[in-house]
């Protein structure tokens, strides 16, 4: 069935960064757009950005241009969430979040989840 | 940027109908989707496209939206909706989520 599987929970210094991956299965991986979506305890869900996966094409949350990367590898089926320059406020879980390629579609598959913590 | 309003929390009796309000501007104009988050989880479409229900959400799940506001509507409030509810929209190819709603079932 329709997967996305996440990356384990990461410790960051302040200053670093931090990779995470999604795998898809299920499904045909470039047929969809990967989100990534993070939320801190406590506090509402925050929208990074998206990617294609056919293309390669991404788009960033204004919050996050030119700290956040978003990349895929499509033998593997997997998506990648690179954040840098990590600060406190960076912590949180990020979601992976599958969203049909097009014009206002809904997320209809979310990943588990990884906990990112940025402590020094 | 596009901002969507949702109230912070809200209550219902078990049994009763629960309505979550989502204000923005133009609301109606775009199409809204809710989803359900329980406590360590990850969200769920609940509601996709202002009032469509996908596949395994029960029907007493329904939305509407109109003007400045949508609302998603639970009839019958059981023990099992008790979470956090967020309206989403796209708005020139970003993503914009509600702040989210705390229900309780009492």
């Known amino acids: 069935q329709m997967q996305l599987v996440q990356s384990g929970a990461e410790v960051k210094k302040p200053g670093a960064s931090v990779k995470v991956s999604c795998k898809a299965s299920?499904?045909?991986?470039?047929?969809?757009?990967i989100n990534w979506v993070r939320q801190a305890t406590g506090q509402g869900l925050e929208w990074m950005g998206w990617?294609?996966?056919?293309?390669?094409?991404?788009g960033y949350a204004q919050k996050f241009q030119g700290r956040v990367t978003m990349t895929r590898n499509t033998s593997i089926s997997t998506a990648y969430m690179e954040l840098s320059s990590l600060r406190s406020e960076d912590t949180a879980v990020y979601f992976c979040?599958?969203?049909?390629?097009?014009?206002?579609?809904?997320?209809?598959?979310w990943g588990q989840g990884t906990l990112v913590t940025v402590s020094s | 940027s596009y901002e969507l309003t949702q109230p912070l929390s809200m209550s219902v009796a078990l049994g009763q109908t629960a309505r979550l309000t989502c204000g923005g501007n133009?609301?109606?104009?775009?199409?809204v989707h809710w989803y359900q988050q329980k406590p360590g989880q990850a969200p769920v479409l609940v509601i996709y496209?202002?009032?469509k229900r996908p596949s395994g959400i029960p029907e007493r799940f329904s939305a509407s939206s109109w003007g400045y506001t949508a609302t998603l509507t639970i009839s019958g409030a059981q023990a099992g909706d008790e979470a956090d509810y967020y309206c989403?929209?796209?708005?020139?190819?970003?993503?914009?989520f509600g702040g989210g709603t705390k229900l309780t079932v009492l």
């Open positions: 989403q929209v796209w708005d020139s190819s970003i993503a914009v």
């Open positions: 496209r202002d009032d």
């Open positions: 979040a599958r969203v049909e390629d097009g014009s206002g579609y809904p997320v209809d598959y």
């Open positions: 299920g499904y045909t991986f470039s047929s969809y757009d």
């Open positions: 990617m294609n996966p056919n293309s390669g094409n991404t």
């Open positions: 133009n609301l109606g104009s775009k199409d």
